[in-house]
């Protein structure tokens, strides 16, 4: 395996390692400070989201879903282009949540700095039905919350 394969390969484990820790620090420890969040497909209409936005959202959702995690998808590998630093992850989440459990899937397509060390760009791909019908529940949930 060449050093930049390794590289990037590494950095996308430490990434999903501090994701798993799931504070709003955690998630953006290997993101590089100009790196953007995309969610997708378009039709979720959300904007881009810098790391602040980001660490931001987690941290509405932390006491929502204080165990989410993020797993590679069972039998699958990331996929690794080392011409345009990018590596490409099928994954599954879990969490008990304040309203139930929550399971979702998604393709996150992350482009690497130079040398691999950083994520300089995220794009979310996530199952958009399910996430536009638990929205709203988690939204309820941040709001109840930040009442009590």
């Given at each position: 395996m060449s050093p930049l394969r390794e590289q990037l390969?590494?950095?996308?484990?430490l990434f999903l390692e501090a994701f798993n820790e799931f504070t709003p620090e955690?998630?953006?420890?290997y993101r590089s400070p100009s790196c953007m969040h995309h969610l997708l497909p378009a039709t979720m209409k959300t904007p881009p989201q810098t790391n602040a936005d980001y660490a931001n959202f987690v941290a509405v959702l932390q006491p929502i879903m204080p165990g989410f995690r993020l797993r590679l998808a069972d039998g699958q590998e990331p996929v690794i282009d080392e011409v345009t630093r990018k590596v490409v992850l099928y994954l599954k989440s879990h969490s008990d949540t304040t309203v139930g459990?929550?399971?979702?899937e998604y393709v996150w397509v992350l482009t690497m700095s130079q040398d691999g060390k950083n994520i300089d760009d995220v794009m979310e791909f996530a199952d958009s039905l399910?996430?536009?019908?638990?929205?709203?529940?988690?939204?309820?949930?941040?709001?109840?919350?930040a009442k009590s």
């Amino acid at each position: 395996m060449s050093p930049l394969r390794e590289q990037l390969s590494q950095t996308s484990k430490l990434f999903l390692e501090a994701f798993n820790e799931f504070t709003p620090e955690s998630v953006v420890r290997y993101r590089s400070p100009s790196c953007m969040h995309h969610l997708l497909p378009a039709t979720m209409k959300t904007p881009p989201q810098t790391n602040a936005d980001y660490a931001n959202f987690v941290a509405v959702l932390q006491p929502i879903m204080p165990g989410f995690r993020l797993r590679l998808a069972d039998g699958q590998e990331p996929v690794i282009d080392e011409v345009t630093r990018k590596v490409v992850l099928y994954l599954k989440s879990h969490s008990d949540t304040t309203v139930g459990l929550y399971e979702n899937e998604y393709v996150w397509v992350l482009t690497m700095s130079q040398d691999g060390k950083n994520i300089d760009d995220v794009m979310e791909f996530a199952d958009s039905l399910y996430t536009t019908e638990w929205l709203p529940k988690i939204k309820k949930a941040a709001e109840d919350g930040a009442k009590s």
